[in-house]
């Protein structure tokens, strides 16, 4: 199975660099994913990691640690629209299957 | 291109009844994944069908079920509803022809409340 851990929430200020962790354990990886998800919306596709390192689309960076069972994804130069909250999901060995985390919501304040 | 659709986006129903939610896929995309969404459980995986045939199965009762048809289309049933059922369901599709570089994009939702 899988169980994956970020955090609740957080804030941060508008034009600010923000990172939002993700640790996972699993019994089989192929891929993680960062979605994100305004309220009463649909979750939108961020970043997909499946090798070690960096991978960066504009404001948004997504980096993986497979030894570490670690994730995070950088939003940077933060803007009042990013106020969202941010699902991480662990695809496994098995297939098309997407596990997700709780999600984090983040609050960006002016 | 256009997106996921789901219908209907808003839907009541009571203890007992059944429901029946429809997704049609971007085009080109043959794999169809339904997933539940709750306050408590957040997203919850509950199937994925893949050339009109079940290719995963979450961790659901069996009063939940679906199918595909050969233009990819997808439904989901959900007999026997109860309080719990209460949720958003949402459909993802995605080319489902290397899961190893597959990424799903989601449609809007049904908001599904069971009284």
């Known amino acids: 199975g899988q169980n994956i851990d970020q955090p609740t929430e957080m804030t941060a200020t508008e034009g600010a660099i923000v990172q939002i962790n993700c640790t996972y354990q699993?019994?089989?990886?192929?891929?993680l994913f960062w979605y994100q998800q305004h309220a009463g919306e649909a979750p939108t596709f961020l970043s997909y990691n499946v090798l070690d390192g960096l991978e960066e689309k504009g404001r948004f960076s997504s980096f993986l640690s497979r030894s570490k069972g670690y994730s995070y994804l950088l939003l940077k130069e933060l803007q009042m629209k990013d106020s969202a909250s941010y699902l991480c999901a662990v695809r496994d060995n098995a297939g098309n299957m997407l596990t997700f985390g709780g999600g984090t919501r983040l609050m960006v304040k002016p | 291109k256009a997106g996921v659709t789901q219908t209907p986006r808003y839907l009541i129903k009571t203890r007992g009844q059944q429901v029946t939610l429809s997704c049609s896929p971007i085009s080109g995309h043959r794999s169809v994944s339904w997933y539940q969404q709750t306050p408590g459980q957040g997203l919850q995986f509950l199937f994925e069908?893949?050339?009109?045939?079940?290719?995963n199965k979450g961790n659901f009762p069996g009063r939940f079920s679906g199918r595909q048809f050969s233009n990819s289309r997808s439904e989901m049933n959900v007999s026997t509803l109860e309080l719990g059922d209460s949720a958003l369901y949402l459909c993802?599709?995605?080319?489902?022809?290397?899961?190893?570089?597959?990424?799903?994009?989601f449609g809007p939702g049904t908001r599904l409340t069971v009284l």
């Open positions: 699993t019994s089989g990886f192929n891929g």
């Open positions: 069908y893949f050339s009109e045939t079940q290719r």
């Open positions: 993802a599709s995605s080319q489902g022809t290397d899961t190893n570089t597959d990424t799903q994009y």
